[in-house]
């Protein structure tokens, strides 16, 4: 048997909190109960049947068809299965995803992966601000999972990341991985600031021009983690496992704060 279809029938009104929209949720349920489904709205009330059409299965996988930067929430708090987006996301995509694979086929708006957990994220196109960062009042960003974006992302990504392993293809914003509290970030792009109080963690980066916060630490090259690294890479991004293959500087810090951090540098790129 197949899982559920959600076919978009026009651009939403407003902005539609579609949190309730998870694969293990709709897994079963007959078209007609998952039509009338209720979904969060700052003004009139709407239900799933007026935003889709429906078409039932049984297996725990949804397939939404037509996206919109207005559909928040999608995929927040799933722990099973594969949600797959044809089109855009609005915020919070994944927000406190336990487990099973997202793919978005599009672009996702703010606070993507925002306290993942576990499972699997990826978006083919750009995320914005604070992609797994923290949210107001959130002493932690992403703290397990993975997630992997093929564009780039707004501004803070990684924010108080705690845990897990996010990759970003293309260009990243402005202080990439700030006050990051440990896991892994590999971004072949970042904008200026990467690891800004940093206190743990790793930043395997691209061209970088470093804060003078950070200091040198000898060659990163044939390292065992590397390695290890390199090897984790491979199924999820070329581009990165190829930057893990030609890395040779290491630089610790942010030396503002705990300074146990580390970034790591493709080829011989001096510290700006």
């Known amino acids: 048997m197949s899982g559920v279809r959600l076919l978009r029938r026009a651009e939403p009104p407003q902005r539609v909190d ?6 293990e949720a709709l897994a079963g349920l007959a078209e007609g109960a998952i039509a009338r489904l209720p979904l969060g709205t700052a003004r009139a009330p709407l239900a799933v049947g007026d935003l889709f059409r429906v078409q039932a299965g049984d297996e725990a996988d949804l397939v939404i068809e037509g996206g919109s930067p207005r559909f928040d929430q999608l995929g927040a708090g799933m722990t099973t299965g594969i949600l797959l987006i044809e089109g855009d996301a609005g915020c919070c995509l994944g927000r406190g995803m336990r487990g099973g694979r997202i ?6 708006g703010a606070f993507a992966a925002s306290g993942l957990t576990g499972g699997v994220i990826e978006v083919t196109g750009d995320a914005g601000d604070f992609l797994g960062g923290a949210a107001v009042g959130e002493r932690t960003g992403m703290a397990g999972g993975v997630v992997v974006v093929r564009g780039g992302s707004g501004a803070r990504a ?7 392993l996010m990759v970003i293809e293309g260009a990243a914003g402005p202080q990439l991985a700030s006050h990051m509290i440990a896991g892994t970030v590999v971004c072949a792009r970042p904008g ?27 060659l990163a090259a ?4 590397l390695r290890l690294l390199a090897r984790a890479l491979r199924p999820l991004s070329a581009a990165a496992a190829r930057l893990a293959d030609s890395a040779a500087a290491r630089f610790v810090g942010d030396m503002a704060t705990l300074g146990k951090g580390e970034i790591l540098l493709a080829g011989s790129i001096p510290a700006g």
């Open 18 to 23: 579609l949190s309730a929209l998870r694969p």
């Open 192 to 218: 200026p600031h990467p690891g800004t109080l940093m206190r743990r963690g790793t930043l395997l980066l691209g061209e970088a021009a470093l804060l003078p916060t950070f200091v040198p630490a000898g």
């Open 222 to 225: 044939d390292s065992a983690f």
């Open 103 to 108: 793919t978005l086929r599009g672009g996702a």
């Open 158 to 164: 990684a924010d108080r990341m705690r845990r897990g």
